[in-house]
DNA sequence: ACATTATAGTTAGGAAGCTAACTATGTCAA
DNA sequence: TTGACATAGTTAGCTTCCTAACTATAATGT
């Protein structure tokens, strides 16, 4: 889970909005302003996380392994498996293997089935980290995020959902 | 700008967020999976924008340099104001000041004033730049974002205004 | 006036993504 | 069975961010 964006911290005025969409005719004013305020919010709750998480050591991605691998039953996954569900490359993944292993966390099983494959074992410091650092993360977000009531999570969800479902404009070949 | 975050391929279902609660009492179910839908749709979001910009030769660091020059009177502006407006330090704006300055869309002009500062310049093959993309990007945006009504749009950013408020909660010294 | 402090920009070194290429192993079909 | 292809993981090299330290210049206070 790495988002990596500009801060932001300078969301354009009506005004500076109006003088760009007077040279840009297509500008979309509200469509412009909820984008950039999606991402702005987004990439400040990423740094307050990654600020959280530090405090215990860990940094986002490293993390995010150990809470994939907690879910599985075995408390067990493949390199490959995690890159996928974490979203990143495998080559992304070996990197934070090795951060994880160096710190004891995670250890690399062989197996004898595939000897092309690698298991990744949550280790018992792994999970203490985690029982460490997951009770504050969850009184922390949900402080965080008690401004807003059921119905209106649900709504943020809606929302965001039909967003995503326009990303594909954004990259489309036209 | 600079969102880096694990992309959340395979958000939590709705049994692992409960097997999480029971282990960690604390968790807030529908805050967890606000939060992760939030960061998980902005994340792809500036993944799109990359996506968008690359056509055009440009990175997201270094466009949202020469919009933050054009939105001047006099599309000049320092390393400084740019690097507090952008969001990054000054070592980062250095660096994304170089990589336009070595496209020849902006320019360094050094002042008498005041011999430690230097004015970033957005030059013509700036402004050319541009004028390439920026149509390109908020036709597109338009369209992603056309899923939501006006109505809808002010929601969302209520809704991201409460959430940016509990933002300190996330790090907050307990 | 001059020592201290603050500010502007850059440089150096480290973190953690990415792509592409590589090794080793497994699969499948002629 | 063996040649072609696919898959798992790693490595190497690049990018762009960061922090910390540095140089030069300006402002401030005694």
């Known amino acids: 889970m790495?988002?990596?964006?500009l801060e932001l911290k300078?969301?354009?005025?009506?005004?500076?909005?109006?003088?760009?969409?007077?040279?840009?005719?297509?500008?979309?004013?509200?469509?412009?302003s909820s984008f950039l305020h999606l991402l702005r919010v987004a990439t400040d709750l990423s740094i307050a996380l990654d600020a959280c998480l530090s405090k215990h050591g860990l940094l986002q991605g490293r993390w995010w392994v150990l809470i994939l691998l907690m879910r599985e039953e075995s408390q067990t996954s493949t390199p490959s498996m995690?890159?996928?569900?974490?979203?990143?490359?495998?080559?992304?993944?070996?990197?934070l293997i090795d951060g994880l292993e160096q710190g004891g966390l995670v250890e690399r099983v062989f197996t004898k089935s595939d000897r092309?494959?690698?298991?990744?074992?949550l280790t018992v410091a792994g999970q203490v980290k985690l029982d460490a650092v997951m009770p504050d993360y969850y009184q922390r977000l949900r402080l965080c995020m008690k401004g807003l009531n059921e119905a209106q999570r649900?709504?943020?969800?809606?929302?965001?959902?039909?967003?995503?479902?326009?990303?594909p404009e954004l990259t489309k070949q036209k």
Chains 1, 2 share one sequence.
Request: glycine share 6%; charged share 20%; no cysteine.
């Open 2 to 5: 790495f988002l990596i964006m």
């Open 82 to 95: 995690l890159a996928s569900k974490a979203g990143v490359t495998r080559a992304t993944m070996t990197g």
């Open 154 to 167: 649900i709504q943020l969800e809606q929302m965001l959902d039909l967003i995503n479902a326009g990303i």
């Open 116 to 121: 092309r494959s690698v298991l990744i074992h």
């Open 10 to 32: 300078d969301l354009p005025t009506t005004g500076v909005l109006h003088k760009f969409a007077e040279r840009y005719p297509d500008a979309d004013i509200t469509a412009v």
